[in-house]
């Protein structure tokens, strides 16, 4: 496995501004993604991210309201943009241990829009 | 569009028993299936399982797939209140030149109780 880390834990924001969230691994990795768990809900893929190359969107996810750097092998961005209430979420990056399809989690950034 | 049903949608149990988490799936180009165990934000890796009839064994919780059927199941004996959480059960679609996708589940929420 290996050892993720996601700054901030936790937020709270004003809605129409924009949050951006980290993601660190302590080795590098191909794949790395980002997915979201509304409340009471079930973990949704955001975006696949490549190291080198635009990330890939899942149908309902678009660049401009989520986009995502991928400057190396061991770090990762989200940004939430133009934040309204429904944005309120777990956001999670999760990195392709050994496949892309061996998944391992980050501790999440909890986000609440007010 | 890829399904995963996890039953049941939750569980209280007393500490001792055995429980048995199911997962039935319809998916594309079937990869791996994937089980979670979500506490608090963060999923943490249990098994992954990709052959069928294999059983995969990790303390007191085992996990065993069929291709055939399509679904796997999540046993714990001798459960514990550190047992308590919500399982997640995914499914890897292998994708023509993209990353694998995990779909998941919504999750049972297992309660064990003194």
């Known amino acids: 496995s290996a050892v993720i880390s996601q700054k901030p834990s936790r937020d709270i924001c004003q809605r129409g501004t924009s949050l951006t969230i980290q993601c660190q691994v302590d080795?590098?990795?191909?794949?790395m993604f980002w997915y979201r768990q509304q409340p009471g809900q079930s973990l949704t893929l955001i975006a696949t991210?490549?190291?080198?190359?635009?990330?890939?969107?899942e149908s309902g996810f678009v660049i401009d309201k989520f986009p995502i750097s991928r400057p190396n092998l061991t770090f990762s961005t989200l940004t939430v943009s133009n934040m309204s209430p429904e944005d309120s979420s777990i956001y999670l990056c999760?990195?392709?241990?050994?496949?892309?399809?061996?998944?391992?989690f980050g501790p999440g950034t909890r986000l609440t829009v007010t | 569009e890829d399904k995963v049903v996890q039953s049941p949608l939750s569980l209280v149990v007393h500490e001792g028993d055995t429980v048995t988490l199911n997962c039935s799936y319809e998916?594309?180009?079937?990869?791996?299936l994937l089980w979670y165990k979500q506490e608090k934000k963060a999923p943490t890796f249990l098994f992954m399982l990709?052959?069928?009839?294999i059983e995969k064994k990790s303390g007191r919780l085992s996990s065993i797939l069929d291709k055939k059927e399509l679904f796997s199941i999540l046993n714990i004996t001798a459960t514990q209140t550190g047992d308590s959480a919500i399982y997640l059960c995914?499914?890897?679609?292998?994708?023509?030149?993209?990353?694998?996708?995990?779909?998941f589940g919504t999750g049972t929420r297992l309660q064990v109780t003194l």
């Open positions: 999760s990195v392709g241990i050994n496949t892309d399809y061996e998944q391992y």
């Open positions: 080795s590098q990795v191909t794949m």
């Open positions: 991210a490549n190291q080198g190359s635009e990330a890939t969107y």
């Open positions: 998916v594309t180009n079937f990869r791996s």
């Open positions: 990709t052959s069928s009839g």
């Open positions: 995914a499914v890897a679609r292998l994708n023509t030149g993209t990353a694998s996708k995990l779909t």
